[in-house]
């Protein structure tokens, strides 16, 4: 929600100029009037405008994007935010875009996408906080999560190569949870290997292993230790 304060001749010019500055309709707004104007009466009375409070209710969009931009302001980081909806064929969420100057890329990005991760956290819990319906939100900058997919699908197929020449299993480094799922679900349908995941948070990592290799108990699950190369995402 935003709220402003402000003051007219009369009850509806005050209303008009809180609209105005919130860049809401009429129909978007709650309007608290403070005080009615009061007229200058044989001069002993003095004139006082109308003053009334508007609350604009934003929606869940709206306030996930106005906290955005307030957290990377205190960042020192000046960035516009655009949001648009996933496709029909993906999973249902909000991506909110931060564009801003390239020398800032770093900063909101993080080591490993881990800064993104971070807002993007902060956003879901504060735009769905006392919502009923709850929209997941995913903070992209740079297109940095499409890149960061396309060269996570670059070193599982390295892996698979890898597993499939040396015919042991391949560890990868260790990475979010996210990650290893874009790892996983891009992996689910080459027969000839299978992935796990070992090791506990943050340390945890996808295990991709020839199909030979895996006891069909253990396939497309936790696989146990062994002989193991590794291989390193860029």
Not at 4 to 24: F, I, K, P, Q, Y
Not at 74 to 96: F, T, Y
């Amino acid at each position: 929600m935003k709220r402003v304060v402000a003051t007219g001749r009369t009850v509806d010019e005050a209303v008009t100029s809180a609209l105005v500055r919130l860049g809401v309709t009429r129909s978007q707004a709650t309007i608290r009037v403070i005080h009615e104007p009061v007229s200058r009466l044989f001069g002993l009375i003095r004139s006082k405008e109308a003053e009334v409070e508007v609350t604009a209710m934003l929606s869940v969009e709206e306030t996930a994007k106005d906290f955005l931009t307030e957290v990377l302001r205190l960042m020192g980081v000046d960035a516009k935010i655009r949001w648009h909806n996933s496709a029909p064929d993906e999973e249902a969420e909000c991506i909110m875009d931060i564009q801003c100057d390239e020398k800032d890329l770093p900063v909101v990005i993080g080591r490993h996408g881990v800064t993104l991760d971070s807002l993007q956290y902060l956003v879901n819990n504060a735009a769905n906080r006392e919502k009923e319906k709850h929209l997941r939100f995913r903070v992209d900058a740079g297109d940095y999560r499409q890149r960061r997919k396309e060269g996570l699908c670059q070193v599982a197929d390295r892996a698979v190569e890898r597993a499939l020449r040396t015919h042991k299993p391949i560890v990868l480094d260790s990475m979010p949870a996210a990650e290893r799922k874009i790892i996983h679900t891009y992996l689910q349908d080459r027969s000839e290997v299978t992935t796990a995941s070992e090791g506990t948070e943050p340390n945890r990592r996808v295990v991709v292993v020839p199909v030979a290799q895996a006891p069909s108990s253990a396939r497309k699950s936790r696989v146990g230790s062994g002989a193991r190369g590794s291989v390193r995402a860029k």
